[in-house]
């Protein structure tokens, strides 16, 4: 490892950012978390309509993944309404958009909020264009705008594959973001659902070149699980073959994949939304990265918050798991 801090960038949104980030903030290290700001559902949606401000919840999901403050405050801006007009709402989300008013920026509001928590790093919006939409195209002609209705399909709902995912109106690359890509000395791209966390940031214009003329390794942490709608029976090429349709052929360095099987249980609750373990299809699949199997699963099961209107994933990677295996790559390049 070189005698300076490694510079490292993650680069996607909500849980899986979340994830990468707690367990990297323990090694020696430079972060800057890169976040998605398309999201328009749940409490970041509403606040996003009702207040027009810009979506708040992937930034304070990396706020406190970031935070070594106390567990009390960590735990006060994650907490979530659950009765009254602020039902669903997360503290933190209100804190984050009511700052924003207040101070008329994202980018103020952040930088205070990361003195509260005392947050290990940068957290840096994607881009600050408010009007953007994520949107895409199916097989069948239709068009679907939004990520919330991108994300959310009805149990017995057979949508037809994406054939192009794209933002409208086009959204401009945040000059910060642009800088710490171009400083890094590692880029992680994921964990996160390929369509609504990981994409918005790469569709944003001029993503892609900075990512690409970065000297930094590219690494790439594959989903457990597939996605309903998104990655329907997508194996580990389909999704590597979809992200390098957006981000360019021959940029990742590296990916990683799970090895280890959830359990039945876990498997059993999936299948109803006909979602499964990506596939490790990569041993014959000619590539320019290195592949990196390792048991990267959280061995618990996540109970799901009750008056959280977004259906979210029961299994997670294992925060400590994946940064240890990112960190040892870094000392070990």
Known sequence: MKSSMPKIVT?????????????????????????????????????RDELGVLP???????????????????????????????????????????????????????????????????????????KSKLCVD???????????????????????????????PSAKLNEDAKLAIKSADY?????????TSILPNILVKGMPKVIKESKAKKIYVLNLMTKVGQTTNFKASDHIKALEKYLGKNVLDFVFINDKRPKKTVLSWYSQYEENPVEDDLGDWKNNF?????????????????????????IRHDSDKLALQIFELIINS
């Open 138 to 168: 199916l097989a069948n002609g239709k068009t679907i705008e939004g990520e919330t209705h991108i994300d959310e399909v009805e149990k017995r709902e057979k949508r037809p594959k994406i054939v192009k995912a794209y933002l409208k």
């Open 290 to 314: 290195n592949i990196i199997r390792k048991d990267l699963i959280k061995d618990v099961i996540l109970k799901q918050n009750p008056v959280d209107e977004r259906r979210r994933s029961i």
């Open 187 to 195: 880029i992680v791209i994921g964990p996160g659902d390929l369509f």
């Open 11 to 47: 680069i996607g949104g909500g849980t899986g950012s979340y994830t990468s980030l707690s367990g990297l903030k323990k090694y020696p290290i430079h972060l800057t978390a890169i976040v998605n700001m398309i999201d328009d559902g749940g409490s970041s949606g509403r606040l």
């Open 56 to 130: 708040p919840g992937d930034v304070r999901q990396c706020l406190v993944a970031l935070s070594e403050s106390s567990k009390l405050l960590r735990d006060l801006f994650n907490y979530r309404f659950e009765e009254g007009e602020l039902k669903g709402h997360n503290f933190g989300n209100i804190f984050l958009s009511t700052l924003e008013k207040q101070t008329g920026s994202m980018k103020k509001a952040i930088t205070e909020i990361g003195k509260i928590l005392n947050i290990k790093g940068k957290v840096v919006p994607v881009t600050f264009d408010k």
